[in-house]
Nanobody, 127 residues
Framework: QVQLVESGGGLVQTGGSLRLSCAAS????????MAWFRQPPGKEQEFVAA????????RYADSVRGRFTISRDNAKNTVYLQLNSVKPEDTAVYYC????????????????????WGQGTQVTVSS
């Protein structure tokens, strides 16, 4: 069982930066690929970024590639999402997710593939 808790959200101006954290409990965390999704106001949840269990493979949505970076620190049981050059359209509730696929390098962008979810953290970008 894996429990995920996001933090680091808040209000940021257009062009600014923010780092989101997702703390995981459970000894299997380091063996699982991870991802971030987001849900903008009034819209469906969408994929943002994914990271393999080793951290060696990443995948990004076109809308964030080159601006956001996903990473993990398995010693701290934490996955991060660095948001740079943010835009008003990045405003959303951001969720981290874990996929119970042991030591896979595949970075899945499909939300139904993920088994564990955090409660979300709000990011608001002011123009």
């Amino acid at each position: 069982q894996v429990q995920l808790v996001e933090s680091g959200g808040g209000l940021v101006q257009t062009g600014g930066s923010l780092r989101l954290s997702c703390a995981a409990s459970g000894r299997t965390f380091s063996n699982y690929p991870m991802a971030w999704f987001r849900q903008p106001p009034g819209k469906e949840q969408e994929f943002v970024a994914a990271l393999s269990w080793s951290g060696g493979s990443t995948r990004y949505a076109d809308s964030v590639r080159g601006r956001f970076t996903i990473s993990r620190d398995n010693a701290k049981n934490t996955v991060y999402l660095q948001l740079n050059s943010v835009k008003p359209e990045d405003t959303a509730v951001y969720y981290c997710a874990a996929r119970a696929a042991y030591r896979t390098e595949f970075t899945d962008s499909t939300k139904s593939s993920y088994n564990y979810w955090g409660q979300g953290t709000q990011v608001t970008v002011s123009s």
